[in-house]
């Protein structure tokens, strides 16, 4: 349990980075005219749309990192970590190192990279629909928003992958993605943007994180089993 | 508004409308598509957030893909053995409410394909989406009866909602790929809701270009399209003709140019005065051509249609057969559902419908923004299989500017002999006419009233002047008239006509009276153009009315062999010649200046005219060249032969994935969600093989002394070939 506390932390506080793209949303997704409650809902609506997007893409990747592993014929109910799956710990922990360093500036941009046109045509897909009432357009706008491309999504689905079961992998979204709740739905009441100053201690706060679960990850997949810490943090509660 | 909609073809992605578009209101302007994915895409791309109508889609599509998301969710960990053992007990709750999840989704994302199949079947057509909606159909209903059962039995909702999702966001990848194809048309589409700067004393008004007529002033600001032909009035700039010439250097202009409606005004603003009203332009002309073009369907692309239109009720039966065939031998019925809705997705001809239009009008629109017209997608096939080019001398390898060198008149008249030929000729179009009517503009001659004129193909043209009949053209058309001749002049025309000059004989009175030699002059390109082309593996013939000596000098100095050269033919006489080459080449094209030699073109497999003056709507070639614009000939078969091969190498993808995966479906080894994704990818491929036509480079004008600014190095670009670079 401890290990999904840890990551929906990093979500969490990694979602203080999220408010300069999504947040714009989150405020754009807007207020109810009927009162508060209508609002809250609305906003709610809108982060369950997102979450489903992100748990839709952990059990995805969980999947993944399953079928990359399986072919070694191991057996995943067993505690061994076997071949496939360290060398999937060790991608995906450097991955999320790489991630974590770029929050901090050290390293160039690595998230923007697939936005072709497509990227283009999604960003304006979502445009249209902002303002428009009912509970139907913040789902979809949510849907939408959780398929755009932010490196903090990737260093978790990394970390998804690395898990190797559909069910961790989908835990390690969900915890991920009520970790980023509580500052979407701030935004969403507030209104308005963070002082720049704490959004750069957020950022500073969420890289810290993912660099530490990086690091983790990277362990699970270097260090001999006999002294691997977080052995039972992030392997899948058999 | 409504008609234009639906003469432009689809308002997304601009290629023609099938027989059942689909009809949208977008922003409150109602709106024509072709297929589902250009709707969606179109409504994303234009739809304002005010506008609830596009809004609306986008919300069944997020909904939609919310529903579905968590239902593959759910099932994903169900596979996943999340729920085994102790919380078993759950799975009958967990199945309805993937039922209850899974309604919403098939009737949002399903809605559509259902619409499309119940609309087609109605008139008794089958298409791809009744496949669809077959194989989702049925397995919704089997898991809804499976949970209704309580069998604990397997429920195949995520399957059922899965492949709706992939199958709309491939039709919608197509639409936005289809869409970035049509930026290349766009211009060419726009001649008629292109907007005009009218100016009107101190006012200036937009107006459609419909609407403006001759004399009118209009402002072309930099950066815009020049929407009329007229003549500059203030201003001074440069402009862009490529579109209507295949110029493609920029032009300047100055107070009293001329300019061209459709080209580009690059840098300065300028008042125009419209010399025609704005319908009855070229470029109006060429936008109807290649609407026109875009709305006919090539040979390939009409079997590819009844392939289609047959495959579709077989696949159907093929499922069922499968479905009974895998539950005789054996495997439970849901397994058995499975696999025949795999073979209904995997086999949906998608694809193959959209192998052949996607890069025909890629290629159409390639060549016109070079100026080059295609008349019909066939030609363009026909070109590129085409054997052998046979040319038609008079003004297609020439400059068609043939100047007078020499007058021999009986009478030592020969200002009367040019006066009274100009007022013959100059009721033709021809070279050699033109040429007659200037040399006799140049010397200050005023034409003789000449009546009852009528054109002699082949021959010349004869008419009356003060009663008595007059005439010029060659040899034939005197011995034809019986017209006499004095040995001295008969003698001068030998001798100029073996010197390689042409000869028009004017004889009036039973009588011929004079002989004019003309010079015909090679154009300096047309050497390397029938290297290049020899090359690309053509062959290459001259079929010339022009007497055998005038014509041969002409060929040894273009590079043209002389057993490939044809001399003294009448039109007919050209006509044989081409069915002679069919016979011994296969496919044969002819280029000629589209006036005097109008039926061999239309003869030819493919007609090639060069600057055709003559109307567009009447021209009976199927490829225009603009003016002076034979050099072109090897880029443009070149292209032919590009459009050919993608259309060829779609085809052979769309059929062998289709018959792969097929196969694989059929024996139960392709799951239908996996069958899904390949099928929108392969889609999304076939666009991408078909948008590398965009991509393929201008052509270049050959070297040449009057074009002393371009090297020799750069033509191999234009061809594949290097042999083209060996020509000096």
């Known amino acids: 349990m401890g290990a999904y506390l840890l990551l929906f932390g990093a979500g969490f506080l990694g979602s203080f980075h999220c408010m300069g793209m999504c947040g714009g949303f989150a405020c754009a997704v807007g207020r109810d005219p009927r009162g508060g409650g209508a609002t809250i809902a609305r906003h709610l609506l809108y982060n369950t749309g997102r979450l489903s997007t992100y748990c839709f893409m952990g059990v995805l990747a969980g999947m993944l990192g399953q079928i990359i592993c399986t072919p070694q014929g191991i057996n995943l109910s067993s505690n061994s970590l076997d071949l496939g799956q360290r060398i999937l710990a060790i991608a995906a922990g450097l991955l999320m190192i790489a991630m974590a360093l770029q929050f901090f500036g050290l390293v160039p941009n690595l998230g923007r990279g697939p936005l072709g046109f497509g990227g283009n045509t999604f960003s304006a897909s979502l445009r249209s629909l902002l303002g428009t009432p009912g509970p139907a357009a913040p789902i979809a706008i949510g849907v939408f928003n959780g398929f755009l491309p932010c490196p903090l999504v990737y260093a978790f689905l990394a970390q998804a992958a690395s898990t190797a079961t559909a069910p961790s992998g989908f835990l390690v979204m969900l915890a991920f993605g009520l970790g980023t709740f509580p500052a979407m739905l701030m935004m969403g009441g507030v209104g308005r943007l963070l002082a720049p100053v704490w959004r750069r201690r957020g950022v500073w706060l969420a890289g810290s994180c993912i660099l530490l679960l990086g690091l983790v990850t990277l362990g699970r997949g270097i260090l001999p089993l006999e002294s691997h810490i977080a052995h039972s943090w992030l392997t899948p509660p058999a | 508004?409504?008609?234009?909609?639906?003469?432009?073809?689809?308002s997304h992605c601009l290629l023609p409308l099938g027989r059942r578009p689909m009809q949208r209101t977008v922003n409150g302007e109602p709106f024509a598509f072709c297929c589902y994915g250009c709707c969606i895409a179109f409504q994303v791309k234009n739809g304002k957030s005010e506008e609830w109508d596009a809004a609306w889609l986008l919300i069944r599509l997020g909904v939609g893909a919310f529903l579905s998301m968590?239902?593959?969710?759910?099932?994903?960990?169900?596979?996943?053995?999340?729920?085994?053992?102790?919380d078993a007990w759950l799975l009958p709750w967990i199945h309805l409410l993937l039922w209850i999840f899974?309604?919403?989704a098939l009737l949002i994302l399903g809605g559509p394909f259902l619409r499309d199949a119940w609309v087609n079947a109605r008139e008794g057509r089958l298409t791809a989406s009744a496949l669809i909606v077959v194989g989702v159909g049925a397995?919704?209903?089997?898991?809804?009866?499976a949970v209704i059962?309580?069998?604990g039995g397997e429920v195949y909702f995520d399957t059922a909602t899965m492949v709706l999702m992939l199958f709309t966001i491939g039709s919608y990848l197509e639409a936005a790929a289809r869409a970035r194809a049509a930026r290349d048309l766009e211009p060419l589409l726009a001649a008629e809701r292109e907007v005009a700067t009218i100016v009107d004393g101190d006012k200036e008004i937009m107006r459609p270009v419909r609407e403006v007529a001759a004399g009118m002033l209009v402002r072309i600001r930099p950066g815009e399209r020049i929407p009329v032909d007229g003549v500059v009035i203030e201003g001074q700039s440069h402009s862009d003709e490529a579109i209507i010439t295949g110029e493609s250097r920029h032009i300047g202009k100055g107070v009293g140019s001329p300019v061209l409606a459709g080209s580009i005004n690059i840098d300065g603003p300028l008042l125009v005065r419209a010399t025609d009203a704005g319908t009855s332009t070229r470029w109006a002309k060429i936008c109807r051509s290649v609407r026109d073009a875009?709305?006919?369907?090539?040979p390939i692309q009409r079997i590819a249609d009844i392939v289609v239109g047959v495959s579709v009720p077989l696949v159907l039966i093929l499922g069922v057969m499968t479905v009974l065939y895998w539950t005789s031998h054996g495997i439970l019925f849901d397994r058995a559902l499975l696999i025949g809705l795999a073979v209904l997705v995997v086999a949906c001809p998608c694809a193959v419908g959209l192998a052949a239009p996607l890069a025909t009008s890629l290629g159409i629109g390639r060549l016109a923004r070079c100026g080059c017209l295609v008349r019909d997608p066939a030609a363009l096939e026909a070109l590129a299989s085409t054997r052998l080019l046979a040319f038609d001398k008079t003004g297609t390898l020439t400059l068609s500017k043939p100047r007078i060198v020499a007058i021999e008149s009986e009478a030592g008249r020969p200002d009367e002999v040019l006066a009274r030929a100009a007022g013959l000729e100059r009721y033709s179009e021809h070279g050699l006419a033109r040429a007659i009517a200037m040399a006799a503009a140049a010397r200050g001659l005023e034409p003789v009233k000449t009546s009852e004129v009528v054109a002699l193909p082949g021959r010349g043209i004869r008419g009356r002047t003060h009663g008595q009949a007059i005439a010029a053209g060659n040899r034939a058309l005197m011995d034809e008239l019986g017209w006499a001749m004095s040995p001295a002049l008969d003698q001068r025309a030998h001798?100029?006509?073996?010197?390689g000059h042409t000869i028009v004989y004017v004889g009036w009175e039973g009588r011929v009276e004079a002989v004019l030699a003309l010079d015909d002059t090679p154009l300096p390109e047309t050497r390397w153009t029938i290297e290049a082309l020899r090359s690309q593996g053509l062959a290459i013939a001259l079929l010339t009315g022009d007497a055998h000596q005038a014509a041969r000098r002409f060929a040894t100095a273009v590079g043209i062999g002389m057993d490939e050269v044809e001399t003294g033919l009448s039109p007919e006489a050209k006509c044989e010649a081409l069915e002679n080459y069919r016979r011994t080449h296969g496919v044969v094209a002819m280029v000629g200046d589209g006036l005097n030699d109008g039926p061999v073109l239309a003869d030819a497999d493919v007609g090639i005219?060069?600057?055709?003056?003559t109307d567009l709507a009447r021209e009976t070639s199927a490829l225009v060249l603009p003016p002076g614009g034979v050099w072109m000939l090897p880029w443009v078969i070149s292209l032919a032969r590009q459009v050919r091969r993608t259309i060829l190498t779609n085809l052979a993808w769309a059929f062998g994935y289709n018959l792969v995966a097929l196969t694989l479906a059929v024996l139960g080894l392709l799951q239908p969600v996996l069958a899904a994704a390949i099928m929108a990818s392969s889609s999304v491929l076939l666009i991408v093989n078909s948008l590398r036509l965009t991509r393929l480079p201008d052509p270049i004008l050959p070297p040449s002394p009057s074009w002393p600014g371009l090297t020799r190095q750069s033509i191999p670009t234009v061809l594949s070939t290097p042999s083209g670079a060996s020509t000096a």
């Open chain 2, 1 to 10: 508004m409504n008609a234009p909609a639906q003469l432009d073809g689809c």
């Open chain 2, 149 to 151: 059962g309580g069998s």
């Open chain 2, 70 to 86: 968590n239902i593959m969710l759910i099932s994903l960990l169900l596979y996943a053995g999340a729920l085994e053992g102790a």
């Open chain 2, 495 to 499: 001798s100029l006509e073996a010197g």
């Open chain 2, 294 to 298: 875009l709305s006919r369907r090539g």
């Open chain 2, 609 to 613: 005219a060069v600057g055709s003056a």
């Open chain 2, 102 to 104: 899974a309604t919403p």
């Open chain 2, 139 to 145: 397995a919704y209903v089997y898991s809804a009866l």
